[in-house]
């Protein structure tokens, strides 16, 4: 992609270069959708308290090495079909989780672990947004780590999350930026939302006392 000096364009000296991202064809056409639509209906149905079962969410933090992830993808998946009776498995990975201080950042800006920054290649493994800028790259998942919590965005007691639940389930116009810039946008809501809470120096923190 090329690339132009930012000066002209930008209020400040400390950016040297403003690199075009983020190609239009980040398709991933090789990979079945029938998965990842079980798994949204099955996730629906147990949120929604339709099934007995537990949702559960495990993987590795900070995903680097995509031929591991792979082999613990292939090891989760015979758990999950011996265990599918009472729970729904799912991996995740974190594609984008910045280091508290420096060092690398994720697989999506610097997939090849070597400070080249070849955004157009890793955005290609994108699932989960913590970008606030990027929604319409990936948008499937937002998700609050430990490490983001430093950020302005995401910082803020419990109960905004709660109340953001409630707000999420009405149809809303908002503001969002996309691929033409700022512009209105329309949601019609989405009722299968939920907190997922990190635990505490004291131990888990979903029981009903603590929430």
């Not at 209906?41 to 090495?65: K, M, W």
């Amino acid at each position: 992609m090329p690339s132009i000096s930012a000066s002209p364009f930008l209020d400040t000296s400390n950016i040297e270069l403003l690199r075009q991202r983020l190609a239009e064809d980040s398709r991933i056409e090789k990979y079945t959708p029938s998965p990842l639509r079980s798994c949204r209906i099955d996730a629906r149905q147990i949120i929604r308290r339709e099934s007995d079962r537990l949702f559960v969410l495990v993987g590795p933090c900070s995903i680097h090495d995509p031929e591991s992830a792979l082999e613990y993808a292939a090891r989760l998946r015979e758990l999950a079909d011996e265990l599918r009776g009472d729970l729904r498995i799912v991996m995740r990975a974190y594609l984008e989780k910045p280091p508290t201080t420096v060092g690398w950042k994720d697989l999506i800006n610097d997939p090849d672990v070597d400070d080249s920054y070849n955004t157009n290649k890793g955005v290609n493994v994108a699932c989960e947004m913590l970008d606030t800028i990027s929604p319409y790259c990936t948008a499937n998942w937002p998700l609050v780590c430990r490490s983001r919590s430093a950020s302005r965005t995401p910082r803020m007691p419990p109960w905004p999350q709660v109340n953001s639940l409630k707000s999420m389930h009405e149809r809303h116009n908002f503001m969002t930026v996309t691929k033409q810039g700022i512009i209105a946008t329309t949601t019609e809501g989405n009722e299968d939302g939920y907190v997922i809470l990190r635990g505490g120096s004291q131990g888990a923190n979903f029981d009903a006392a603590s929430v």
